[in-house]
């Protein structure tokens, strides 16, 4: 009969428990960041959310032929316009005004606009800044304004 004998060890209990622990820690964080990626941070503008902002949004747009005069007329300063021409094939973006417009400040632009043009959609974009300082722009797509062609 052959004995054999096995002088292998296993490790500690202690240090088991401690690996166990170390890899549900690193678990848990690789979770956390991997939900936290699902959430948007809260853009804000005069302390509040922009969304609040953006309801006191106007402008007034005057259009010329081809010359497109677009007027603040809000309260709160309007950080770039993006201008489309809507017809029926689609919406087509044909301009962007990338100048601060504040309030009561008015600037004039030019767009090239196609036959087939059957209105304007004028959509304005606020800037404002998360918690932890950087700024981010908004579109207030409930406050676009659509003219006709």
């Not at 690996?19 to 959430?39: D, H, K, M, P, T």
């Not at 309801?55 to 677009?70: E, K, L, P, R, T």
């Not at 959509?123 to 006709?148: H, I, M, N, R, V």
Request: glycine content about 6%; charged content about 20%; some cysteine.
């Amino acid at each position: 009969m052959i004995k054999t004998r096995f002088n292998k060890k296993a490790i500690e209990p202690v240090i088991a428990t401690i690996l166990l622990v170390v890899v549900a820690i690193v678990l848990f964080f690789l979770v956390y960041l991997w939900i936290r990626g699902f959430q948007q941070e809260a853009l804000l503008k005069f302390n509040a959310p922009i969304e609040t902002a953006c309801s006191q949004v106007d402008f007034s747009v005057y259009i010329s032929g081809n010359n497109i005069q677009i007027a603040n007329t809000g309260s709160v300063p309007i950080h770039r316009i993006e201008i489309y021409e809507v017809n029926s094939s689609g919406t087509k973006k044909i301009g962007s005004i990338d100048e601060d417009l504040l309030a009561s400040s008015d600037i004039i632009t030019s767009v090239t606009k196609s036959g087939g043009c059957e209105k304007l959609k004028f959509l304005p974009f606020l800037l404002g800044s998360t918690k932890s300082g950087k700024e981010k722009e908004q579109a207030c797509d409930k406050y676009a304004k659509f003219y006709g062609c």
